[in-house]
């Protein structure tokens, strides 16, 4: 039961993880940009880190490219082999094509079994590759309008009520023992989808299993599902409704798209240790065991119960006796009566004694009420004095906390306004996001933001270029197949000679134009114009001036982060100054308070021994009466004799309420043994079943997912990871 909560709370935490790293990597920027000219295709390098335990390691990223429409059109694997013995030679295994080195010159060789022999020189390797196997899990986005279904082609630029669909299939299994039985685990694949949603586009956004965040700009949208993990623990879904697929929901106005991301990562279980599980369940089993002989005792204690009230009713008579012999004892009171009026002589000479003594102590009294009023004078002064100190003390508390505020202001930080409640709060938070780490995402991610505008502001022109080159392409096709064995130089220039008639000319340049109005050529001049794009951005944000200024920025931030330590522990000081003015008046405040109490007291003092000496007096008097009364004792037992008299005979209803107790208890004996049947045997029975079962299908889930950690390939003296990363198309008018 324990572990299965485990799961659960594995799963949302990496959840939140994942939304943190999204929200990180679309919310870039940097504050310039340099332009620049390069060549046609697109390299992507790898930088995500590894486990490492000092043996060789392969940290895989597998980038699915796919359509709109979720499938896959091309797989890219980028292959980190860490190599911290910095052995010479690494002995790899990938089923890759196309393998290149993206970080380093060290080469590679096929031995006779196909292993790849890095000539690792003791680096580390990075290389990439196209892959060739099925992923492990197939993703299917749907679109829906209105409640209809929509193709991505056909829903760009409309409005209306849009729902996008996500659903994963997992493909990745084994048939493994559990619980006596062969059953399908399949590995357990956390599916992380995210977008951003244009505040201008959508609105009233809603998604299933996931957060949105809002910016005010723009909506971040991340959800996340489990598929086949259901199938694999074989639950209820009334007991646990585990999610296979995102639906993002969303009014939209001339609807488009921007890519979306999925993150597939087997780390959750990997990371959850099952080892004590049954530890767990031991323990579960020996307190169940504890409530099994509890029941059984308090089964036989109802049992002793009715055979105590059994006794109880069989001694009744004896009861009788008893108070018959308390009606004797009554008799005897009256004659104790004469005895304690001798006494009262006694005590009324000790009473005058009394009465010496309390005139003294009326004269003592008075002496003490006079400096206890001269003490609450004093206080008094100091009392009326507290808030004019306090509010002095809290003036200057909130100028240095405003003059903090100004100071963080022109620093370009913005904040919650610091009281003296919040500021510790507010700046231990702000030091946080001075860290090296958060002030190098954020410009890195203002660069990229920076950087993509100004390449995409030259759009046109790389269109228009990448537009000629595509027509001297099409015009060398047109060319072979109208049977001219000439360039397309060779071509222009016999035009230009004159020496091509004039009706082969326009016949050339009509089919010319209408291949260039073809969508095939339409279609490969977009995506070469945009692979240009993509090209120019990834080498400016590699120039020295963007490293240069996202260096700098994180200097400033250090620099940043030690004010901000400074400032805090300056108002820390004065808080605890403050603290202790605010301690001081308040105890000025309750002296006095006290000191007043203590004046009225020692009045009531001296009127008190005064009333004393008065009351010694009277108590003289009073052993007088005394007297009279011991007579209207005597009479008060002789009246108590009588009245037990009749409670004897009243003893025959305490018979009759004993032996209803007694059939109350037989019925309680009844009852506690339903409860063990029905109550707690069940429970026993329960944990016995379901949750052993639970346990053993999540050991079987666990090592499953430890043994999935490549998708190329690995060799056997390396330990890997792999994670998937989907891109789909955007979809823009």
Not at 102 to 117: A, P, T
Not at 438 to 443: E, F, G, M, Q, T
Not at 574 to 598: E, H, I, M, P, R
Not at 707 to 730: P, Q
């Amino acid at each position: 039961m324990k572990t299965s909560i485990k799961v659960i709370a594995a799963v949302l935490s990496l959840m939140m993880v994942v939304t943190v790293v999204g929200v990180t990597a679309y919310s870039a920027g940097a504050d310039s940009a340099v332009k620049k000219t390069a060549a046609a295709e697109t390299s992507e390098t790898e930088t995500s880190e590894s486990p490492s335990d000092g043996s060789l390691t392969k940290t895989e990223t597998v980038y699915v490219m796919a359509d709109a429409k979720g499938q896959a059109k091309k797989v890219i694997v980028s292959d980190w082999i860490k190599n911290p013995d910095k052995l010479a030679s690494i002995k790899d295994k990938s089923n890759l094509s196309n393998i290149k080195n993206v970080k380093g010159d060290e080469k590679y060789s096929l031995d006779k079994d196909n292993m790849c022999i890095w000539d690792a020189q003791g680096n580390d390797i990075y290389y990439q590759g196209q892959g060739k196997n099925d992923i492990p899990v197939d993703m299917t986005v749907s679109y829906y309008l209105d409640g209809r279904s929509i193709s991505p082609e056909d829903l760009k630029g409309k409005s209306g009520r849009v729902k996008i669909r996500f659903d994963y299939k997992n493909n990745k299994f084994e048939n493994v023992g559990v619980n006596g039985y062969k059953e399908k685990i399949y590995v357990p694949f956390v599916m992380m989808t995210g977008t951003f949603l244009d505040n201008e586009k959508f609105s009233n956004i809603q998604v299933s299993n996931g957060k949105i965040i809002n910016d005010g700009n723009r909506t971040i949208v991340a959800g996340f599902a489990l598929p086949g993990l259901s199938d694999s623990l074989q639950l209820d879904s009334d007991k646990l409704d585990i999610p296979d697929y995102v639906e993002i929901t969303a009014d939209a106005k001339d609807f488009e798209l921007s890519t979306t991301l999925t993150l597939a990562t087997n780390d959750v279980f990997n990371d959850i240790d099952f080892s004590d599980a049954d530890e767990e369940l031991d323990k579960l089993d020996e307190k169940l065991d504890k409530l099994t002989d509890a029941t059984d005792k308090l089964i036989d204690g109802s049992s002793k119960l009715y055979d105590g009230i059994s006794t109880l009713l069989d001694k009744s008579g004896d009861l009788v006796s008893g108070v018959k012999a308390l009606a004797n004892g009554a008799k005897k009171l009256a004659g104790g009566a004469d005895t304690l009026d001798k006494g009262a002589g006694k005590l009324q000479s000790g009473a005058s004694q009394l009465n010496q003594g309390a005139m003294k102590l009326k004269s003592g009294t008075g002496q003490l009420e006079s400096g206890v009023k001269q003490l609450a004078s004093g206080l008094g002064e100091l009392s009326k004095n507290g808030p004019t100190l306090n509010s002095g003390a809290k003036k200057v508390f909130d100028t240095l906390l405003s003059t903090a505020d100004n100071s963080i202001k022109a620093a370009g930080i913005t904040a919650e306004k610091l009281t003296i409640e919040n500021y510790s709060k507010v700046l231990t938070k702000i030091e946080g996001s001075l860290s090296e780490d958060n002030v190098k995402k954020l410009a890195e991610s203002k660069a990229r933001e920076t950087v993509s505008a100004t390449v995409r502001a030259q759009e046109d022109m790389i269109k228009l270029q990448v537009t000629e080159a595509v027509k001297q392409q099409v015009l060398a096709g047109v060319l072979e197949k109208a049977g001219l064995s000439m360039t397309v130089e060779q071509y222009q220039a016999a035009c230009a000679a004159g020496q091509i008639p004039e009706a082969v000319q326009q016949k050339i340049s009509s089919t010319l134009d209408a291949q260039m109005e073809s969508d095939a050529v339409k279609g490969k001049i977009n995506q070469a114009t945009e692979s240009k794009i993509n090209e120019l951005i990834e080498e400016n944000m590699d120039s020295e001036a963007v490293k240069s200024q996202i260096a700098e920025a994180v200097e400033k931030a250090k620099s940043g982060q030690g004010a901000i330590t400074s400032l805090k522990s300056q108002l820390d000081s004065y808080n605890k100054f403050y603290q202790g003015v605010l301690s001081y008046t308040a105890g000025v405040d309750k002296a006095k308070t006290g000191a007043s109490k203590l004046v009225a007291g020692s009045s009531e003092l001296t009127g008190g021994t005064a009333k004393l000496a008065k009351g010694t007096g009277d108590l003289d008097n009073g052993t007088k009466s005394l007297k009279k009364g011991t007579k209207a004792l005597k009479k008060g037992a002789e009246t108590l004799s009588g009245g037990l008299e009749k409670l004897s005979k009243g003893t025959g209803v305490l018979i009759e309420g004993v032996e209803k107790l007694k059939s109350g208890s037989l019925k309680l004996n009844k009852g506690l043994k339903q409860y063990k049947e029905e109550g707690v045997d069940t429970i026993v029975d329960a944990v016995n079943g379901d949750v052993k079962s639970l346990v053993e299908r999540l050991k079987a889930i666990s090592k499953v997912s430890s043994r999935y950690k490549t998708y190329s390939g690995l060799g056997d003296d390396m330990d890997g990871k792999v994670d998937f990363i989907y891109k789909t198309d955007s979809i823009e008018k």
